[in-house]
């Protein structure tokens, strides 16, 4: 009987169980050919502001330092495209953060899928991790045979396009490992033509620190003058890489309830987004992505977008 495969087969069928649409295994280890392009992204300060980057360099590059005595990385992919698009008259938000905050929602299946692969399998040492910890997530899901690392440097999977999120449990437990799948851009550049601030400066490389997304969610500082033209109506995240993706074509609606776009993100005009008060966006965005942010940041994005010329 090959243990192995048996434990890897129910921890797969049990994550799609659960709602994730794709689950694959690595060997938690040393990520040899990640470090050298790290270290040079952190050295051309691509990061920006974000300096949470440059802490936690060895646990980041060797999960068995992140997590002690760790055999196995599962990577899962769970779908946050929507099922349709909010007011196209209105400011862009990105399609992640249309409903409830993620980070919630999927902690509890991983708990829950941890809780089963216990009562099935036995006594396993393993934490669960949703965008929360120092972990090169995208490295981990293509080792694991989940989707190659586009042009866009997004995970893209043939089946399901990119719009998903990114989660792992890492666990002491020897498990069947997937193999990687071959790149499938080919000779597109969709996404680095559309990028309007060139944040995508070459095929496989980004300067985060010119991203849309990075100005509208990490930093916390007034945007430069010169990028008003390109904002495009974005005041929370950046989805354009991947708009123009054509894997995307494979993407399907999601079909958890929880990230279904609210109410007001659906229906919000730009004067009610202009209108925003304190009081309401506490009550509105509370346990949302747009907390993130917080008022004065989000303010300080609709605001600048609303000034495009």
Request: glycine letters at 4%; proline letters at 3%; aromatic letters at 12%.
């Amino acid at each position: 009987m090959n243990l192995k495969k048996n434990y890897s087969d129910f921890i797969k069928n049990k994550s799609i169980e659960l709602g994730f649409i794709s689950c694959g295994i690595s060997k938690s280890a040393f990520l040899e050919n990640e470090i050298g392009r790290f270290e040079s992204w952190l050295k051309n300060n691509y990061h920006g502001k974000m300096s949470y980057m440059e802490r936690n360099f060895d646990k980041r590059m060797d999960t068995r330092k992140l997590v002690d005595g760790s055999k196995s990385v599962i990577s899962l992919l769970f779908n946050y495209y929507p099922s349709k698009e909010i007011n196209n008259n209105s400011f862009k938000i990105s399609k992640y953060a249309y409903g409830n905050d993620y980070h919630f929602i999927i902690k509890d299946k991983l708990k829950t899928l941890l809780s089963s692969m216990r009562n099935e399998i036995g006594e396993i040492d393993g934490r669960v991790f949703v965008d929360s910890a120092p972990i090169m997530e995208k490295a981990w899901a293509k080792k694991s045979g989940l989707g190659w690392i586009g042009k866009n440097t997004n995970l893209i999977s043939k089946k399901t396009g990119s719009f998903f999120f990114i989660a792992e449990i890492i666990v002491d437990l020897e498990l069947e490992y997937d193999n990687e799948v071959t790149d499938h851009c080919g000779s597109c550049t969709a996404c680095l033509d559309a990028c309007p601030t060139d944040a995508l400066y070459e095929p496989y490389k980004i300067d985060a620190s010119k991203c849309i997304s990075y100005f509208t969610i990490e930093l916390k500082e007034q945007f430069p003058n010169d990028l008003k033209k390109d904002f495009n109506d974005w005041i929370f995240g950046c989805d354009i890489c991947q708009d123009v993706c054509p894997w995307n074509k494979f993407s399907r609606p999601n079909e958890e309830p929880l990230l279904n776009p609210l109410k007001e993100i659906n229906q919000y005009s730009k004067k009610d987004w202009l209108e925003l008060t304190d009081e309401v966006f506490k009550v509105v965005f509370k346990e949302t992505p747009l907390e993130r942010t917080k008022f004065k940041g989000l303010k300080r994005n609709i605001q600048y977008a609303n000034e495009q010329v």
